[in-house]
């Protein structure tokens, strides 16, 4: 804590009982490089750095390391495939906890003798890894499953993940895809569901989310966090590659629903008059060194040709009667706090 401050000619000065508790304030601008392309961004704050993980390689993940959620440097892969993992393309959307000791990702995969892809969970000793899979696939009941998502909450761990899948030829306009979150508790060993059948927790209802698409009616992208006695899931919607993709969110009072959405939604969307097209498949930050609340999320490289290729977007936000309020998106220069060590 700050024990006192001393202005000398325009300056100042924090004495402090440690400097590791000073947070100071930086400018960026989005989109955050590097990395130069990423998408399905998450971040964990460990031991006073942070880890950026995503969509970011053909044969695995990526890792990042920072130590002011600005600047990232490179630690090469975290989670590579090897020639016997179950998993061997389609690496999507990685999350890690920190949980009784150990590391675990959680990322989905697709193996060659599978239809569609399943969630994976894989362990490692650092956050950087080398994480080795540890149930793969997680669990398996013959439908197609990506966007895991692990929240602690009370010692009990639950996932989220949406179920994928598709009505005719979507490919060829004669169909569509469509993506449905649902959640259930993890074992202590997180090995098995347990609890009963899997809940059903969102699925396209409102307007923004295209609930009649004829090409994409999904809901994805979850992240689950508490504040008081409110658990708040925020999501994306529509096709990650279309420009109305967004950011909702939902509350409730229990980890598994029921689940509320906000009328207002969406809390993030698209601003083509300022470059910004497609932003989703948020990670939610509640940062232990400076109190503050961040947002990270993906948008498209190209605004006026939205594709698979994506950035990385850090935005802050609050939280009032019971309202997520995004600070964004945003093009401009902007302040962030940061921890100085």
């Not at 689950?224 to 909702?248: C, E, I, L, R």
Request: charged share 20%; glycine share 10%; aromatic share 14%.
């Amino acid at each position: 804590m700050i024990s006192s401050r001393l202005f000398v000619s325009g300056f100042f000065i924090f004495l402090a009982i440690s400097i590791s508790d000073i947070v100071l304030a930086q400018e960026y601008t989005n989109p955050v490089r590097p990395p130069a392309s990423i998408a399905d961004p998450f971040v964990l704050a460990d031991d006073g750095d942070y880890y950026l993980y995503g969509t970011s390689a053909g044969d695995g993940f990526k890792v990042w390391k920072s130590d002011d959620l600005l600047h990232w440097d490179s630690l090469g892969y975290a989670f590579r495939k090897k020639e016997d993992s179950w998993g061997q393309e389609s690496f999507w959307a990685p999350e890690v906890i920190h949980y009784r000791g150990a590391y675990y990702m959680i990322y989905s995969a697709k193996s060659p003798e599978e239809v569609g892809l399943r969630l994976c969970l894989a362990i490692a000793e650092q956050p950087a890894g080398p994480f080795h899979d540890l149930y793969a696939p997680l669990f398996d009941r013959g439908f197609s499953c990506i966007d895991g998502h692990l929240f602690v909450d009370g010692g009990q761990v639950y996932l989220y993940y949406e179920m994928v899948g598709s009505v005719g030829t979507h490919y060829n306009g004669k169909g569509y895809l469509w993506g449905m979150i649902y959640g259930a508790e993890l074992s202590e060993d997180l090995s098995t569901l347990i609890g009963g059948e899997p809940k059903l927790c969102l699925y396209p209802t409102q307007d923004w989310e295209n609930p009649g698409s004829m090409f994409a009616r999904s809901t994805e992208g979850m992240t689950v966090f508490k504040m008081d006695t409110t658990y708040y899931m925020t999501y994306s919607a529509n096709h990650y590659a279309d420009p109305q993709y967004g950011v909702g969110f939902a509350t409730a009072k229990s980890p598994l629903g029921l689940w509320t959405k906000y009328a207002g939604n969406p809390i993030l969307s698209q601003d083509l008059n300022i470059g910004v097209s497609g932003p989703g498949h948020n990670a939610i930050l509640l940062d232990p060194v400076s109190n503050e609340h961040y947002i990270f999320y993906h948008s498209h490289a190209d605004p006026e040709n939205p594709s698979h290729r994506r950035v990385l977007n850090l935005d802050r936000f609050e939280v009032k009667d019971g309202v997520i309020q995004i600070l964004g998106p945003t093009r401009s220069p902007t302040d962030v706090p940061f921890s100085h060590r």
